[in-house]
């Protein structure tokens, strides 16, 4: 009983999280878009207070975690802006929400890049070519390619904000990449591997949804939905992981 309620204390917050996910999806799935208001929100902001009570209030946090912490602060609040603005749908806003979410992907990248500096006692951080440049490029290549395809290349404002996106999420990806090179992350990689890989996904099922089938499909809103919430968890979990490394 006491290991049972162990574990719920300190996870109740990720199963409110999970709650509000399956709540989220169903209003996708069923086209209920209005009553989102109820579930989208709370996403972002249940794994902001999982975060927090993992860090903020525990005294034992150490100061070499101070930037990974604020980068990951910044960027659940504003994917919690952006998940509140996507709920009403005009193209300034479906631009904004863009560019918000660009945004915490550029604090996912200083965050991963603080948490590989702080990784090693000399705190310097090391690119390593070999590994973060080929998956770089191939990231970007392909990234290009399939949002050519569906929008073509010319001077519309927005085009080039899915462009520069692009760039964004592709140095996430070589980011994370790079950690392969760095023996002391080993154990804390893989989780954050599977965030970006789902925070691919997410920007692939978005993509679709958005400018090819025009939100005519629920199916693909509930996998975007469930992509982005994964994404956050496992970031979430892997950036908790390093905190809790430092610590020892």
């Not at 392909?142 to 462009?163: E, M, P, R, S």
């Amino acid at each position: 009983m006491n290991n049972q309620r162990t574990v719920l204390g300190k996870y109740y917050l990720t199963l409110f999280f999970f709650f509000f996910l399956a709540l989220d999806c169903w209003f996708l799935y069923h086209g209920k878009y209005g009553s989102r208001l109820y579930s989208k929100p709370a996403l972002a902001l249940f794994l902001l207070l999982w975060f927090i009570s993992n860090t903020a209030f525990n005294i034992r946090s150490s100061p070499h975690t101070l930037s990974a912490r604020m980068c990951l602060y910044a960027a659940l609040g504003f994917i919690w802006i952006s998940d509140i603005c996507g709920l009403w749908s005009t193209l300034f806003i479906w631009t904004a929400c863009l560019l918000l979410y660009s945004g915490s992907y550029i604090l996912y990248f200083f965050l991963f890049l603080s948490i590989q500096q702080n990784a090693i006692e000399t705190k310097e951080g090391s690119i390593y070519t070999k590994k973060s440049l080929p998956i770089t490029i191939i990231t970007l290549l392909l990234g290009c390619t399939f949002v050519y395809i569906l929008i073509g290349f010319d001077a519309i404002f927005y085009h080039w904000f899915l462009y520069a996106h692009i760039v964004v999420v592709a140095a996430v990806v070589g980011c994370v990449a790079n950690m392969w090179s760095i023996k002391a992350l080993q154990s804390i990689r893989p989780l954050f591997a599977i965030g970006v890989f789902f925070l691919i996904l997410t920007n692939v099922a978005y993509a679709l949804d958005e400018i090819y089938f025009n939100r005519t499909r629920p199916s693909i809103d509930v996998l975007v939905a469930l992509f982005n919430g994964l994404s956050m968890l496992f970031i979430v979990f892997g950036t908790i992981k390093f905190i809790r490394l430092k610590r020892e």
